[in-house]
């Protein structure tokens, strides 16, 4: 099986080293100055360093920067199985162009997009609906040093079911390669249901964001919670009135994930022993990003929700108000913020 891979951060280098271990070969594309990069890395012989969380041997996957391979050229992809898109959504509208290459060089070629919330792989899908299988991620990856990275939230892979005969059989040898690292990919019907499970679980990421701390103290904080609480009800309301039925991730239904949130310590903490069951690493990527003085990817988070509220000729009021504030964080305008300074933000502009 081969492999390419757009995009070299932590989904894309995570996915890419399970699939290594599992005897996969893998090209990453990237840009010019990333290339240069690795390049140095490898000169340094650098090793990557990925830490499964579900992993029965208790080794971590160790690959020689060296022996990865990299390149700025995309079409040395064009021989390759398939196709990973794992760049951040804001950047998929550059790679566009690089697909549409790719495609004319191998009009079969199978792409997969990765991205957080909807529209940007949905840019991809609309691109080539025959060639475009979307898939999302279910877990969460930390950047712990330079080359290391961790999973530190459980969850599984989510692809939707190939149309062709030849793209079912491919993907089940998929599942069979990450099924040897112990990562299972789950096929589904309608990916549409399934992005929105996951925009409601990462509209924690900009609570998280607001808040400065790691996900297990963000959680242990009832006041954090509610906010959660609060923007995943609004999220909700909207779905339903859409008619969308966003199947569960977690242990839960979310009709009772935003009651659990709201509920005092001394009742939460025991009943929620397995979502607090994380790594110490564990945090949002939107964190990583603000701490790392990036763009942030809360308009394909929390902005598509705005956008329903506006299909529907209604307000998300809560969800925009912590586009604001988020946007503050991301100009520096704001530093962390209490779990009550953000509940009186929202809690005012639900009632404005």
């Not at 399970?18 to 290339?35: D, E, N, P």
């Not at 140095?40 to 990865?68: A, D, F, Y």
Request: proline share 3%; hydrophobic share 40%.
């Amino acid at each position: 099986m081969k492999i390419g891979i757009i995009g070299a951060g932590s989904i894309g280098l995570y996915l890419g080293a399970l699939l290594h271990q599992s005897g996969a070969t893998i090209k990453f594309y990237v840009r010019t100055a990333t290339l240069n990069r690795w390049k140095q890395k490898q000169g340094e012989n650098q090793t990557l360093q990925v830490h499964p969380q579900k992993n029965k041997t208790g080794h971590s996957i160790l690959w020689k920067i060296r022996e990865m391979n990299f390149t700025d050229d995309i079409t040395e992809l064009q021989n390759l199985d398939a196709v990973f898109v794992c760049t951040k959504s804001e950047a998929v509208s550059d790679i566009l162009s690089q697909l549409k290459i790719l495609w004319s060089l191998n009009p079969q070629m199978l792409v997969i997009p990765w991205q957080n919330g909807l529209r940007a792989s949905n840019q991809i899908y609309s691109l080539n609906p025959g060639r475009v299988l979307r898939g999302l991620v279910g877990y969460n990856v930390a950047q712990i040093s330079e080359c290391e990275y961790r999973q530190t939230t459980s969850g599984l892979l989510y692809l939707e079911n190939g149309r062709e005969d030849w793209d079912k059989k491919w993907v089940s040898q998929l599942q069979q390669k990450f099924a040897q690292t112990e990562m299972t990919l789950k096929q589904v019907d309608n990916i549409l249901d399934w992005q929105w499970s996951k925009i409601l679980l990462n509209l924690n990421n900009s609570i998280n964001a607001l808040s400065g701390v790691g996900l297990v103290a963000e959680l242990r904080d009832r006041q954090y919670r509610r906010c959660l609480s609060l923007a995943m009800r609004e999220a909700m309301q909207l779905l339903k009135a859409k008619g969308i039925r966003p199947p569960k991730m977690a242990a839960l239904p979310f009709v009772f994930v935003v009651r659990l949130l709201n509920l005092p310590n001394f009742i939460f903490l025991p009943l929620a022993q397995g979502m607090l069951k994380m790594d110490k690493n564990a945090r949002s990527s939107m964190l990583d990003d603000i701490n790392a003085k990036r763009p942030t990817e809360v308009d394909f988070i929390n902005g598509e929700v705005v956008q329903l509220a506006i299909e529907l000729g209604v307000r998300a009021n809560i969800n925009q108000k912590l586009i604001e504030l988020i946007r503050k964080r991301e100009e520096g305008k704001l530093g962390p913020m209490a779990g009550s300074d953000i509940l009186q933000e929202i809690t005012f502009s639900r009632e404005s």
